[in-house]
Structure formats: structure tokens, C-alpha cells
């Protein structure tokens, strides 16, 4: 599956995170995982799912850093937001290295740039 396709079907949902497609109908179906209904059919987009990964990981207690990937056990090391998304940036980065954005925000902005002439 490409990264830039942008709508995905339950189906590529299930294959992607490795589980079943009922779990994925049934997170569509509760409005757990937010989706777009064409008839029948049911379309993700990546950012209504990423947004979705992102508060399950909150829920668990465990905070990833979304600017240098690393897990870390408690919210207290994490306790820097993204200035674009909100998406949690860890005391390391903040202070140490300055990203005060996350990857895929900083993925997006240099996109942006080189798209401007
Ligand atoms: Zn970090
Ligand atoms: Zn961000």
C-alpha cells in the first residue's frame, strides 16, 4: 500500500495494524474510528486513523514521542505538544535538540516548501 494513498478501506485498516476485520467494523460502527459511509462501504481517511492510534496510545498510559519515535512509560516525559498537531514531543527533543514539531508534521512542511518555487 502506498503512504500517500489518502482514503483506505476496512479492509486495508485490518491488514495494516495486523488485526481482524470485524475489530475494525466494529470500531467504524461505535464511532470509535471515525469513517466516511458511501453506501455500504465504509472509507478511513490516514489522518482520522493516525488521530485515532494516537489517543488509543494516550489511553494506555504509554506516550510515544511523535518528533524522535521513542516509547516512553509515563506522560510526564512527554509533557511537550506539537505547536502544529498537538501530538506529543518528549522533554529530550523539546529542550535538547529544539524540535518543537513532530516527524509528520515536519514530513509535511518540507513537502510544502518544495512544492513552492
Ligand atoms: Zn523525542
Ligand atoms: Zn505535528
Aim: hydrophobic residues 35%.
Amino acid at each position: 500500500m502506498s503512504p500517500e494513498k489518502k482514503f483506505m478501506t476496512l479492509e486495508d485498516v485490518a491488514e495494516l495494524l495486523g488485526v481482524n476485520y470485524q475489530l475494525i467494523y466494529r470500531l467504524v460502527r461505535s464511532g470509535e474510528l471515525p469513517a466516511i459511509r458511501l453506501g455500504r462501504v465504509y472509507r478511513i481517511t490516514k489522518e482520522d486513523l493516525d488521530a485515532y492510534l494516537i489517543r488509543q496510545k494516550r489511553v494506555t498510559g504509554r506516550v510515544l514521542c511523535e518528533a524522535c519515535g521513542t516509547l516512553y512509560e509515563s506522560k510526564a516525559a512527554v509533557k511537550y505538544t506539537c505547536k502544529e498537531c498537538d501530538a506529543p514531543i518528549c522533554f529530550d527533543c523539546w529542550q535538547r535538540t529544539k524540535t518543537h514539531i513532530c516527524r509528520a508534521c515536519s514530513t509535511a512542511n518540507a513537502k510544502t516548501k518544495k512544492r513552492k518555487k
